[in-house]
């Protein structure tokens, strides 16, 4: 039997074992706390808006520590701790960020990184052992894969997949030149570019889990601790709200069977359901390309306006 089958097996007795879903979303941060400086807003206040626009919904989130960006000081340490106090799960997100997709970052470097956020991030409230891949890489070969998968299981650790995955660093990054350059430009346009972002990618994952599961899955969708969601997080839940979808707990996302297949990450930056697709070998299917553009066509749109 084939690895391609054989997964393909497991998403079709998935699809048919799972109750259905109406459609769901789990709000995931990475790279938390962030301790750079930008413009508009200090470390703190960037931490405070956005656990202030979840409580307004009542969201409960998960935030994955990267420990280097701030977590490894009191200050950043504070920050973290002020989710978990918040009622959020508080995830692994490695030290310093680094690729385990690179030949000079060697499994037992990976797997160390992981222990040493661990040891900081247990004494938080909301600890979780869920670990969330660098980059959503899983190794560049083999035995980096398998011996991920088997060093998590020792841990006692859940791999933390998204299957919503966007490109709000990019316009993160986008906003925060715009601010350098003029701190009172006119930032509607890229709000509404953010808010686009975020709905073309979460219309084309829905259709890709009806596609690969014959259902609607709860979508965990991965968001960054950045300036962009300090600023719009509000208006990017109250956006999913108004479409319809319900908010859900990492926790129940992740209990859906679907979160438990292992398909092959052959290609950087994959969501789990892009992972699937690309090892049932679905190839450039309708859409494809929307979802692997780091947001270029927003950031095209932004430029052709003058903004």
């Excluded at 950043?76 to 970052?105: C, F, I, Y």
């Excluded at 390309?289 to 950031?299: A, K, S, T």
Aim: aromatic share 10%.
């Amino acid at each position: 039997m084939t690895k391609a089958f054989t997964l393909l097996f497991a998403l079709l007795l998935a699809a048919v074992q799972a109750p259905l879903h109406a459609q769901s979303i789990a709000f995931t941060f990475d790279d938390g706390p962030r301790l750079n400086a930008t413009p508009l807003m200090s470390p703190v206040e960037r931490n405070r808006a956005m656990l202030a626009a979840l409580d307004k919904h009542g969201v409960k989130a998960a935030l994955f520590v990267t420990l280097n960006n701030g977590a490894d000081r009191p200050e950043g340490l504070a920050l973290a701790r002020a989710w978990g106090d918040a009622g959020h799960a508080v995830g692994n997100h490695t030290v310093t960020h680094l690729d385990l997709n690179s030949d000079k970052v060697s499994l037992a470097q990976y797997q160390r990184e992981l222990l040493d956020c661990d040891a900081v991030i247990r004494a938080l409230p909301g600890y979780r052992k869920w670990f969330r891949f660098t980059y959503l890489r899983e190794g560049n070969t083999p035995e980096k894969r398998d011996g991920m998968r088997a060093f998590l299981k020792e841990q006692s650790y859940r791999n933390a997949y998204v299957s919503l995955d966007t490109s709000d660093w990019r316009l993160d990054g986008w906003l925060t030149d715009a601010l350098k350059k003029n701190q009172r430009a006119d930032l509607a346009p890229i709000r509404q570019a953010y808010l686009d972002h975020l709905w073309q990618r979460a219309q084309a994952y829905r259709e890709l889990s009806q596609k690969l599961q014959g259902r609607d899955i709860p979508q965990v969708i991965l968001l960054h601790h950045n300036l962009i969601n300090a600023l719009w997080l509000d208006d990017v839940i109250a956006m999913f709200k108004a479409k319809g979808w319900t908010i859900t707990l990492p926790e129940a996302a992740f209990a859906d069977p679907v979160y438990q297949l292992q398909p092959d990450r052959t290609v950087a930056g994959q969501s789990l359901l892009m992972s699937m697709a690309r090892t049932l070998g679905l190839g450039r299917f309708e859409g494809w390309e929307r979802l692997v553009d780091d947001g270029d066509f927003e950031i095209a749109a932004l430029k052709a306006s003058g903004k």
